[in-house]
């Protein structure tokens, strides 16, 4: 039947596509291997908070547990170019690495821009969103994705948010931020009671930030 002929002779070019690829594959794999050290890296469950804060030359931050700037546009929007609350002008983007840990969570906050965290290392992260329409909501980002978790996450500008637990990530976001002007700490009974549903979640965060030099301000 020409059908199965057909059939039969794209299945056969197919295998042989596979076939090739593999073999080039293969081939890059024992070139890889070939040219790095003997000494295996360290899996990334090796690192402790405390070696990635140096390897990484973060600084404690005072809503992000420990940060460091990675990029700051150097072009920028000039003033009267973006709509309030952006209209003195904004750098066109920013990104940077935040690590958080238990004794190191993030505080609540908020920042005016828009960002997208993405995930790197470390224990899923839970974060409480509370939108400028009153709903709350819980979020995890993680390597899980079968399971539901996101490598990546829209945080829309000014969504409070706070978070727990040991996790490297990073954010980028848009237009760049100015710390002084776009970074603003939550107050904790008002948000409370303004989102009842997560308000022991709030407290219990809140509560579990003992480090000073974490608390200290930094840059943002």
Request: charged content about 20%; hydrophobic content about 40%; proline content about 8%.
């Amino acid at each position: 039947m020409r059908y199965s002929r057909s059939h039969s002779l794209l299945r056969r070019r197919l295998l042989k596509g596979v076939a090739a690829a593999g073999a080039a594959t293969g081939l890059f794999s024992l070139r890889s291997n070939a040219q790095s050290p003997t000494r295996e890296t360290p899996m990334s469950d090796e690192l402790t908070s405390d070696e990635v804060v140096k390897l990484l030359n973060l600084e404690p931050n005072a809503p992000c547990g420990f940060v460091r700037v990675t990029f700051l546009s150097k072009q920028s929007v000039a003033p009267g170019g973006l709509p309030a609350p952006f209209s003195d002008g904004r750098p066109l983007g920013s990104a940077l690495y935040f690590l958080v840990t238990p004794e190191a969570p993030v505080r609540l906050h908020r920042i005016r821009n828009d960002q997208l965290y993405h995930y790197y290392l470390g224990d899923p992260l839970e974060l409480f969103l509370l939108h400028s329409n009153g709903r709350a909501e819980r979020v995890i980002v993680g390597p899980d994705i079968r399971g539901g978790q996101r490598v990546q996450l829209l945080i829309p500008g000014n969504t409070f948010h706070s978070r727990r637990r040991w996790f490297l990530g990073a954010s980028t976001e848009w237009p760049g931020v100015v710390p002084k002007e776009d970074v603003e700490l939550g107050n904790l009974d008002q948000l409370a009671a303004d989102y009842p549903a997560v308000a022991s979640d709030l407290r219990a965060i809140a509560a579990s930030v003992k480090n000073p030099a974490a608390a200290s301000v930094g840059p943002r």
